[in-house]
């Protein structure tokens, strides 16, 4: 009876090794472990054997038992393992179709660009002001050091609605409206962007663009807190290695005036086409606040200091993207307003 | 301006290349745009004269001639009809080059050998406007006694360079050779030298002869006359005559060349009137007359309006101030004794008088900023030795100067802690002095600090700050440290509209839509695309006097109709599907002589579809998706609830297809499609849906507060129901009815299906609800939540005669 058993077990086995399924397997199992099964036939024969005989052999029919067990449950975690495997193997997809179309518009470069210009002035503790696009000639002009009849005023050929009121030509006049809000009080720092509208159209001009205006007045500003703010702005704006250089100017509302270069963002310096092969770029006009521009608005110009500059958002966009003709920026060609 | 490095050198000792030069200057604030070599390419050409000219066995248009070059004689052929013999030419020999590239080359001509060419200016790199016609068609034809058999280059100037100045407006002094070999001579340490004309003289004097007065005085501060008898008109000398071109001023004459010669030498406007045509000798400097008209030396007739400043002899206006003479006292050839002329005149009179006659000439130019008032009587001394020197006439005894003022020098205090206060460095007095004496100005120390004076050539120095500029100019801004201010820290702060702008500007992109940056002038027919009546306030513009084009010249009250233009400029490149949006600002007129009100709008315009795909149909950009993308702003900025109320009035819009959109009983804006007719006159063969909101009623609406509602704690339960109701009735009052009847219990209401069509009467439409009921405190039964929807269906018969769908 104890080698009918173990030829069982061996038996048993042999099957179970040869099922390519968990149903064959679980056929195997009632075969010989289930109520009716082969084992249980077997152990129904125990009454003829002796007293003595009959515990040996039930344990080996333990034995026979827990070694079929411990193999079918092998044996059914290979099988479900199998089974996961095709089933995922058979789920794939191609992961290289196209994606769902989310709906993705954009910020258009020059907006894109100012606010990241705005950023980096935000950080520098610069509050953002606004003035209108539509001023006098006072606020444009006057205010600024420009007196009517000043050969100064053919830097910017202005339109015109009346003989007082223009479309402004820069974003200056901010400044003067800001001082006269804040004075006494200081110190004014501001930043102030805007359109602004000159009678010239072609690749490099347009009758409208943007500028940024950047102003702070406080006691013991000086050209050195200049040059290191838009030092640090064209670092933040065109990469950590950008050098900048300041060349002496002219602009009727600062004097000192500079003019300021960055190293070109297309060579670094070393001359290209988009530089003109000098290896510097003019990105904006700078210089102290002069004393009457302070004066008339209201700060005594011996105690109180200030720089301004100002900067075309269109240049700085079109150095950042490469974009050739500045056109492009108010044709808003949708192939072209993806690009950003 | 354009400076000729080899003129700087007669008035300072240079020894860096001129593009060394251009840099050191740009880097001091005269910005040199270019240099530029003056003949440049032009190598072997050589003066030569002609012994010959014979004609051409072959050909008619040719002829033969033999030119003798110093060491040789050489047979050229030429089609030229300008040479005669004797004629002194500029000749290109074998392995020459000229301007343009071309190499001469030894060549046979019809079968007769030619060994070089006969060069025109053009060929040698001269810019024909600054030649006469007759030289700009022909072979050049040097002066009589010019060198035979040297480089024709030198003998014509052309191994010079020419910087071409960039000046800012305030350096009018730089609008001179010495003005900027003053320049030069401080950047390099180098002494600068000023010319003092000395010349011999005739007996007779000029005052007496010359009666000059000045009327108004406030617009001609000095006049200085000088007279030159025996005058005797013919051609400058080359090198003047270079010169002249090189700055890009055609040579005339003697008289008129040395007029223009000083005036770009020194910076002072001269001009020549011819003596003997002057009524009794006698110059009134005064305001024009009503009714005084002058032949200006252009030809030109001009009518005169009182004000402007005229130079006039008895018999009325010779010449306009300061901006160009008069015919009836021109140079001529028959022309025996001159005035010469310089004056002082009033930069602002010269520069409204050249404005409103549109003239504008090298000496309005210079008088508008400001000429050295102090060098009126060098100029004209220079300008009679040049004449003397030249043989070209003879120059009577001294001036007549007659100038309403004493000159003087203004002194303006420089204190060298001053300067480091400004410019946050410290440059020594000593430094800053150097630096001050070296721009010619003369310095004076007080106690530490310098007393400054300003000669009178720097009109554009005033103030303490104007010398800080010239010495941190020159010291080198380079020098400065880069720093950051100090002081009471700030915090850097967006207003809340500007705050608002950066949000609305990415829900918006983030929404499907793209921004656009339009101008702020339109073309005044826009609204007439817009379809508006003739009184719709929106054509209530503000005009631009000057505008540029048409296209431009009204500042827009409404953004639409640049939206329009977008969309139709890609529809004809045939980009015809797409979603814009616009942040801008419109003007609202209050009169001519006020600013308007700048209103700021926020619009969107949309055509064709979202972008399907393999697994995606497209989403038609229509009402439904602007009316979307404007809920989910709303939602974003958290505004009070906005109404959308049908609007079919308005002439823009399609009237079944628009609302306007009202929030606490304020109108905010319009939304819908576009008019037929709209589109029609656009030319848009698609549909086009838009929107115009106030922004700042927007930003009225926006922030409100965010409460928090606690998360349900019992399950909720989920019913559909589904009613037919009649198509015409706005799907708003069945939501406000189903929520009226759902009560406190309702959480939240759907609408997931409208259907008509086959099993739906005609007129009515299937209309399916997502209920959901919840309740704070317990869980719901499902009895309860049928009673509940039928109560809503109920409501929903009662209301609108809905009848349930199952």
Same mark, same amino acid.
């Given at each position: 009876?104890?080698?009918? *058993?173990?030829?069982?077990?061996? /038996?048993?086995? !042999? ?6 399924? $968990? #149903? %064959?397997?679980?056929? @195997? ?67 290289? *179709?196209?994606?769902?179309?989310? /709906?993705?518009? !954009? ?6 660009? $100012? #606010? %990241?210009?705005?950023? @980096? ?220 | ?806």
């Amino acid at each position: 009876m104890k080698d009918k *058993l173990h030829e069982l077990g061996e /038996q048993a086995r !042999g099957k179970m090794a040869e099922a390519g399924s $968990l #149903e %064959e397997l679980n056929e @195997i199992r009632v075969r010989f472990l289930g109520k009716k099964g082969e084992l249980t036939r077997i152990l129904r024969g125990m009454g003829s054997l002796s007293a003595e005989e009959r515990p040996r052999v039930g344990q080996v029919a333990n034995e026979v038992r827990a070694a079929l067990e411990e193999e079918l449950a092998v044996r059914s975690a290979s099988l479900k393992e199998l089974v996961r495997e095709q089933k995922l193997r058979s789920e794939g997809i191609d992961v290289t *179709l196209p994606g769902s179309p989310g /709906q993705r518009g !954009g910020i258009h470069p020059l907006n894109a660009v $100012l #606010e %990241e210009i705005q950023d @980096i002035f935000l950080g520098l503790g610069y509050s953002i002001a606004e003035g209108p696009e539509i001023e006098t000639d006072y606020y444009n002009f006057e205010a600024l050091n420009l007196p009517k009849d000043h050969p100064a005023r053919d830097m910017q050929d202005t339109f015109f609605i009346s003989g007082e009121i223009l479309l402004r030509t820069q974003t200056s006049p901010v400044q003067v409206r800001t001082m006269e809000k804040t004075a006494p009080e200081l110190p004014v720092k501001i930043i102030a962007p805007g359109k602004v509208y000159r009678r010239d159209d072609d690749a490099t001009h347009s009758p409208m663009f943007n500028q940024v205006e950047g102003l702070a007045v406080d006691r013991r500003i000086t050209f050195s807190d200049l040059k290191g703010t838009l030092a640090h702005f064209a670092r933040e704006m065109f990469g950590g290695k950008t050098i900048t250089r300041f060349r002496p100017s002219y602009f009727p509302f600062t004097e000192p005036s500079a003019e300021v270069d960055v190293s070109c963002v297309m060579c670094g310096g070393k001359g290209c086409r988009v530089c003109s092969h000098t290896g510097w770029l003019e990105i904006l006009g700078s210089g102290m606040v002069h004393p009457r521009v302070l004066e008339v608005s209201g700060y005594n110009s011996e105690d109180v200091t200030g720089f301004a500059f100002g900067m075309g958002i269109e240049r700085i966009a079109m150095l950042k993207y490469g974009i050739d003709d500045m056109r492009l920026l108010f044709e808003n060609d949708l192939r072209f307003l993806r690009q950003f | 301006m354009k400076v000729s490095y080899k003129w700087l050198q007669e008035f300072v000792n240079i020894d860096i290349s001129p593009r060394e030069l251009a840099d050191r200057l740009t880097l001091a604030g005269i910005t040199v745009e270019g240099v530029k070599e003056t003949g440049e390419g032009v190598s072997k050409v050589i003066t030569g004269q002609i012994d010959s000219i014979s004609r051409h066995p072959n050909a008619d248009k040719l002829v033969v001639t033999s030119v003798n070059i110093g060491t040789e004689k050489l047979q050229i052929v030429t089609a030229a009809t300008n040479v005669r013999e004797g004629d002194i030419i500029p000749v290109a020999v074998e392995g020459a080059k000229l301007a343009s590239g071309l190499a001469i080359k030894r060549a046979k001509l019809r079968g007769v050998e030619s060994r070089g060419m006969m060069c025109s200016g053009q060929e040698l790199g001269i810019d024909p406007k600054t030649m006469s016609a007759e030289q700009a068609s022909g072979i050049m034809i040097l002066p009589p006694g010019a060198r035979i058999g040297e480089d024709a280059k030198e003998i014509l100037g052309l191994d010079d360079y020419i910087l071409e100045l960039d000046l800012t407006p305030n350096r009018g002094d730089c609008l001179s050779i010495i003005g900027v070999a003053r320049e030069v001579a401080a950047l390099l340490g180098k002494p600068f030298r000023l010319p003092q004309p000395s010349f011999g003289e005739l007996d007779e004097k000029t005052e007496g002869q010359v009666k000059v007065d000045i009327l108004d005085r406030d617009l001609c501060r000095r006049f200085v006359g000088r007279l030159i008898k025996n005058v005797r008109i013919g051609s400058s000398p080359l090198w003047m005559q270079q010169r002249l071109r090189a700055a890009g001023m055609r040579p005339i004459n003697n008289i008129v060349d040395v007029t223009n010669y000083v005036m770009l030498e020194l910076g002072q406007p001269m001009h020549a009137f011819d003596y003997n045509l002057l009524q009794d000798g006698h110059i009134i400097v005064r305001r024009v007359r009503e009714g005084e008209k002058i032949i200006t030396l252009d030809g030109a007739a001009r009518d005169l309006t009182p004000g402007m400043l005229a130079i006039t002899d008895p018999s009325g206006p010779i010449a306009i101030a300061g901006v160009m003479g008069g015919q009836s006292t021109e140079v001529t050839d028959k022309t025996e004794s001159i005035l010469l002329e310089s004056a002082f005149f009033n930069p602002v009179s010269v520069r409204r008088t050249s404005k409103a006659l549109g003239l504008r000439s090298e000496a309005s130019l210079r008088f508008e900023k400001g000429i050295d008032i102090g060098g009126c009587a060098r100029a004209a001394d220079r300008a009679a030795q040049l004449i003397v020197e030249m043989g070209s006439g003879e120059a009577s005894a001294g001036r007549v100067d007659r100038t309403s003022e004493t000159i003087t020098e203004r002194v303006v205090q420089f204190r060298p802690s001053r300067a480091s206060y400004v410019l946050g460095v410290d440059i020594p007095g000593e430094t800053a002095r150097d630096i001050l004496t070296s721009l010619q100005f003369k310095v004076q120390d007080a106690n530490g600090d310098l007393l400054v004076t300003i000669p009178t050539h720097r009109v554009d120095v005033s103030l303490e700050v104007d010398l800080i500029e010239e010495v941190a100019r020159m010291y080198g801004y380079d020098k400065a440290p880069e720093t950051l201010p100090f002081g009471k820290s700030t915090g850097g702060m967006k207003t809340i509209e500007q705050a608002y702008t950066t949000r609305v500007r990415s829900q918006l992109a983030a929404s499907g839509l793209f921004e656009v940056m339009t101008y702020s002038f339109v073309h005044p027919r826009v609204f007439d695309l817009m379809n508006l009546p003739a009184g719709s306030p929106y054509r209530n513009t503000l005009n631009i006097q000057n505008p540029l084009s048409e296209e431009h010249s009204v500042m827009r009250t409404m953004l639409l109709p640049c939206l329009m233009e977008v969309l139709v400029r890609n529809y004809n490149r045939r980009v015809q599907n797409g979603a814009v949006f616009e942040m801008g600002r419109v003007f609202v007129t209050r009169g001519l002589d006020t600013q308007p009100e700048e209103k700021t709008i926020l619009a969107a315009a949309a055509m064709g579809c979202a972008p399907g795909s393999w697994n995606l149909a497209p989403a038609a950009f229509d009402y439904y998706y602007l009316k979307g993308v404007l809920e989910n702003l709303f939602s974003a900025l958290r505004t009070a609830p906005v109404t959308f109320r049908p609007e079919s009035a308005d002439p823009s819009f399609h009237p079944g297809r628009t609302a306007v959109l009202e929030a606490d009983g304020v109108r905010l804006g319009i939304l819908g499609e576009l008019h037929p007719d709209v589109l029609e006159k656009y030319e848009l063969p698609v549909k086009v849906t838009a929107f115009e909101l106030d922004f700042n009623q927007l930003l009225a609406l926006s922030g409100q507060p965010a409460d928090f509602i606690p998360l349900p704690k019992y399950p909720g339960i989920e019913r559909d129901l589904a009613v037919l109701v009649k198509k015409d009735i706005p799907a708003e009052g069945i939501f406000a009815a189903i929520r009226e009847a759902g009560g406190k219990l309702l959480s939240d209401v759907s609408l997931f299906d409208i259907y008509s069509g086959e099993q739906v009467p005609d007129g009515m439409q299937s209309m399916a609800f997502s209920l959901k009921f919840q309740a704070v405190d317990r869980t719901l039964t499902d009895a309860e939540a049928v009673e509940m929807t039928n109560a809503i269906a109920g409501a929903l018969a009662g209301k609108f005669g809905a009848e349930l769908r199952s």
